[in-house]
């Protein structure tokens, strides 16, 4: 079935540090690709997502491109603050209903 | 923010007590899920809705039961609680499409002593 591995935590940084977060998926058919970010004692928000191969999806400094040769949707972000700390997850939706997540990578950046 | 509604957000409860969770919401959404979030299992789905009445288990549906008699309220019932089932639980909706993401309320946060 579906599934997606992203890499494992915890993630600690310093202010102004580039961050990458793995993401790679299995899937039978084409799905669409999400990253979900969440903040400490609240839900999850959509951070941004990709449809089709090749799109790049991108909100609030962080990017990720749907790259169907090697399955992966790679999270990224140039320049880390503070308030980035969180949780993030990767996620694929291949039909109408069922999202599958990834355990999630827990991010800290230091001042 | 999509409008999502959980209730409560935090519960204590004893083994053995029937609990029962609400989620609302207000987009008039078809599709409605509810997942508990446990440390390094990320999100696990336990039950969705794709219409009123109709409902599906997930992949952690043990122990859980679900309706919907209205579009906009997903009810989330654990006949006789354990301790297992403590944990943080979402409720999220979705337009359904396959491109549409899933939008998620703040959560309810249910501890079972």
């Known amino acids: 079935g579906d599934s997606v591995t992203q890499m494992e935590g915890p993630v600690t940084l310093s202010e102004e540090a580039f961050l990458t977060i793995n993401c790679t998926y299995t899937a039978t058919g084409y799905p669409s690709l999400f990253w979900y970010v969440q903040y400490p004692g609240e839900g999850l928000q959509l951070l941004l997502k990709a449809t089709k191969a090749d799109d790049k999806g991108s909100n609030k400094g962080f990017e990720a491109t749907y790259r169907k040769e090697t399955t992966s949707f790679h999270l990224e972000k140039g320049s880390v603050q503070v308030s980035d700390s969180a949780v993030y997850f990767c996620a694929l939706k291949e039909n109408d209903y069922k999202l599958s997540f990834g355990a999630g990578t827990t991010v800290t950046v230091r001042a | 923010d999509a409008g999502i509604t959980q209730s409560p957000r935090h519960k204590v409860t004893e083994t053995g007590t029937p609990v029962t969770l609400r989620c609302h919401q207000t987009?008039?959404?078809?599709?409605m899920y509810w997942y508990r979030q446990d440390p390094g299992h990320g999100l696990r789905l336990i039950h969705y809705s794709y219409g009123v009445k109709d409902t599906d288990k997930g992949e952690v549906s043990d122990g859980y039961s679900v309706s919907r008699s209205k579009t906009e309220d997903f009810l989330l019932t654990l006949e006789s609680a354990t301790s297992s089932q403590t944990s943080v639980y979402f409720c999220?909706?979705?337009?359904?499409?396959?491109?549409?993401?899933?939008?998620f309320g703040d959560g309810t946060r249910l501890s079972i002593l």
């Open positions: 999220a909706i979705s337009g359904g499409q396959g491109n549409q993401p899933q939008h």
């Open positions: 987009e008039n959404h078809r599709y």
